[in-house]
C-alpha cells in the first residue's frame, strides 16, 4: 500500500460584500489547508479526507503530455484508454459542482475546442481551475517550472458563463480571439495566472448577459497577481482586461498590464438595459505598459448614461510608456495617487493623441462629476490634462492636487510645452481646477485656455466657467526624476499645498492627513511629506 498526500488550499476569496457570517461558519482548519489521502492498492482506489470534512469534493487531473486518455481520477497516466489515470485533454469534461480541475505543470493543452464553464460552487466549495506538480510520490497543487499552458486559436480559450464562486488559477491562457471571458458570473478569483499571449484580440473580459430573458450581472470578482500580456505587436488589438455592461465590485490589482491594441484596462457601459451599469469596481497596484504597441492607453472609464459608468476609483497605479490618452469619462468615477509617464503620439494618427488624461466625453459618452487627484503626469508628447469640446457636456469635473511636468514635449496639435489644456466650449462648464503645480522647464506660459497660451497667473485669474485657483508653476522637486523617483524634496512648494479630501494614504502607503487635522495639509503629487522630528 503506497500513501500519497495532496496539499490542498482553498483560500476563502476576501470580498468586502461577503455575507461575514456565513463566511465565519468556516472552519477554521479549512480556510488554511486540506490534506486528502489517496490510498493506492491493487485494483482499487480510495479517496477520503483525513479531516472528514468536504468530502463529496472531488478532484480531476488532466496530463496532456500522457499518452491515453484516462478518467482523471489519478495523477499517474493511464495505461489504456479509459483507464484509470490522469485525463490527457480537456475536450468532452465537463465542469461540475464540487469539483476541482489540475492541469500538470509543465505541459501544453492545445485544441480547438473552448474549454467552456457553467456551474455553481459555494463559498464552502469553489470550484478551481489550477495546477499540479509532482514531487516523489508527492503530488502538490501550486506550480514549479512552467504554469500549465491552455491554447486555442480562434474563439475563446476559457468561456465561463452563469458560474459562482470559481477560483482560476496557476495556468498560462493563450491565444484565441480572447483568452478568458466571463459573463453573468460573480465571485470570481483570477489569480497567479499568465494571460493572453498571441491572443487576437483580448485578456479577459468580464461581462453581464441575458439568460432566459433575465440580464444577470458579473459581480464581485478579483482579479490580481497576473500578468496580461499580448505577447507583442502583431497580437491583442483589443483590451488587456474589459469589464462592462454589468460588471461590478471587482477589484483589479497587483497585474502587470502589457501591450494590448486599445486599452489596457477599460470600464465600460452602453447597455440599454434599465439597471445595467459598470460601477464601483477598484483598479490599484497595477503596473501598465505598452512598449511595443503603436496604438495603446492605461485606462479608460466610458458610460453612455448617467449612472452608466460610475463611482469607480483608479488609483496608485504605475503606467508608462504608452501612446494614447488615458480616457475619464462616465460620472463620479476617480483617478488618483497614480503615476503616468511617457505618453508619446500615436505613429497611426495624424494629430497629436498623447494627453495623459482626457475629459472629452466622446461619442455619445458623458463625462460629469469626476475626480482627478494627486497625480503625477509628466513627459506626455501633448497636454497632461485635456478638458476638450465636444457635443456632450463636460460638467462639474474637478482637477487638483496633480503634478503636471514637461508636457507638451512633442505636440503635433500645436500645444508645445502646454500643461493643461481647456477648449472654449459651451459643453466645458463648471469644472474645478485648483491647487495644481503645472511646470515646464521650457516655458513659464504652460497653460492654453480658451484658445490662448497664458501663465499660470494669469489662468488663476479666471473664473468663467471653471472654478480655478491656487494653481502654481515651482519645479516640484522630485528626489530623482530619472530614476522614476516621485517622492518631495524637504523645500518642495508642492508640501502642504493641496486640497483636502478622504483618501487616507498615498501612492507608497503613507498616512495622508484627515479633514480635522487642521494642522497638517495634504501635499501635491503621489507622496506625502513626512519630516521627522528631533523632538
Known amino acids: 500500500m503506497h500513501f500519497v498526500f495532496i496539499e490542498y488550499f482553498d483560500e476563502v476569496t476576501q470580498l468586502e460584500q461577503f455575507n461575514k457570517k456565513s463566511i465565519e461558519l468556516l472552519p477554521f ?99 478551481i481551475i489550477g495546477a499540479y506538480y509532482l514531487e516523489g510520490k508527492k503530488v502538490v497543487i501550486g506550480v514549479k517550472g512552467k504554469k500549465p499552458i491552455i491554447h486555442k486559436d480562434t474563439g475563446y480559450t476559457l468561456f465561463i458563463s452563469n458560474t459562482k464562486n470559481l477560483i482560476i488559477e496557476n495556468l498560462d491562457i493563450r491565444g484565441g480571439d480572447g483568452a478568458v471571458a466571463f459573463y453573468a458570473s460573480s465571485f ?160 497611426l494618427k495624424t494629430v497629436g493623441v498623447g494627453q495623459g488624461i482626457d475629459l472629452e466625453g466622446f461619442g455619445n459618452g458623458i463625462c460629469r462629476n469626476n475626480k482627478i487627484f494627486n497625480n503625477v503626469i509628466a513627459n506626455c508628447d501633448e497636454a497632461g490634462i485635456r478638458l476638450w469640446r465636444g457635443k456632450n457636456i463636460k460638467k462639474g469635473n474637478q482637477i487638483f492636487n496633480n503634478i503636471v511636468y514637461n508636457c507638451g514635449r512633442n505636440s503635433k496639435n500645436g500645444y508645445a510645452n502646454i500643461g493643461i489644456v481647456v477648449s472654449k466650449h459651451r459643453s466645458v462648464a463648471q469644472n474645478l481646477i485648483k491647487n495644481n503645480c503645472i511646470y515646464n522647464e521650457n516655458s513659464k506660459k504652460n497653460i492654453f485656455y480658451h484658445g490662448s497660451r497664458i501663465s499660470i497667473n494669469e489662468f488663476n485669474k479666471f473664473g468663467g466657467e471653471s472654478n480655478i485657483e491656487n494653481n502654481f508653476n515651482f519645479a516640484p522637486m522630485f528626489q530623482n526624476f530619472k530614476k522614476k523617483d516621485f517622492k518631495l524634496q524637504t523645500n518642495s512648494k508642492c508640501i502642504n499645498s493641496g486640497m483636502q479630501h478622504s483618501v487616507i494614504k498615498d501612492f507608497f502607503g503613507n498616512p495622508v492627513p484627515a479633514n480635522f487635522q487642521s494642522r497638517f495639509k495634504i501635499d501635491i503629487g503621489i507622496h506625502e511629506f513626512f519630516q521627522v522630528s528631533n523632538n
Open 29 to 127: 482548519v479549512m480556510i488554511f489547508f486540506q490534506i486528502t489521502l489517496i490510498l493506492l492498492t491493487s485494483g482499487c482506489i480510495m479517496i477520503s479526507n483525513a479531516w472528514g470534512y468536504n468530502s463529496a469534493k472531488s478532484i480531476i487531473f488532466i496530463d496532456p503530455s500522457a499518452e491515453f486518455n484516462g478518467d482523471g481520477s489519478l495523477v499517474l497516466p493511464a495505461i489504456n484508454r479509459g483507464g484509470v489515470g490522469a485525463y490527457n485533454s480537456w475536450n468532452n469534461i465537463k465542469i461540475k459542482q464540487n469539483t476541482s480541475y489540475y492541469q500538470k505543470c509543465n505541459t501544453i493543452y492545445i485544441s480547438n475546442n473552448t474549454i467552456n464553464i457553467s456551474a455553481q460552487g459555494s463559498i464552502k466549495n469553489n470550484l
Open 188 to 347: 470570481i478569483t483570477l489569480r497567479h495566472c499568465s494571460i493572453g499571449k498571441f491572443s487576437n484580440n483580448l485578456g479577459v473580459l468580464v461581462s453581464g448577459r441575458k439568460i432566459n430573458g433575465q440580464y444577470i450581472e458579473s459581480n464581485y470578482g478579483v482579479i490580481e497577481n497576473c500578468e496580461i500580456s499580448s505577447g507583442g505587436e502583431n497580437f491583442g488589438r483589443g483590451d488587456g482586461i474589459k469589464l462592462t455592461n454589468g460588471a461590478n465590485f471587482w477589484k483589479i490589482r497587483n497585474n502587470k498590464v502589457i501591450d494590448w491594441g486599445h486599452t489596457s484596462i477599460y470600464l465600460h457601459c452602453n447597455e440599454s438595459f434599465f439597471l445595467n451599469r459598470t460601477s464601483f469596481n477598484k483598479i490599484y497596484n497595477n503596473k501598465i505598459s505598452a512598449p511595443k504597441k503603436k496604438y495603446c492607453r492605461g485606462f479608460e472609464t466610458w458610460g453612455s448614461d448617467i449612472s452608466k459608468c460610475e463611482y469607480n476609483k483608479i488609483f496608485n497605479n504605475l503606467i508608462t510608456d504608452t501612446t494614447v490618452r488615458n480616457q475619464v469619462n462616465g460620472n463620479n468615477n476617480s483617478v488618483y495617487y497614480n503615476v503616468i509617464l511617457n505618453v508619446s503620439n500615436s505613429k
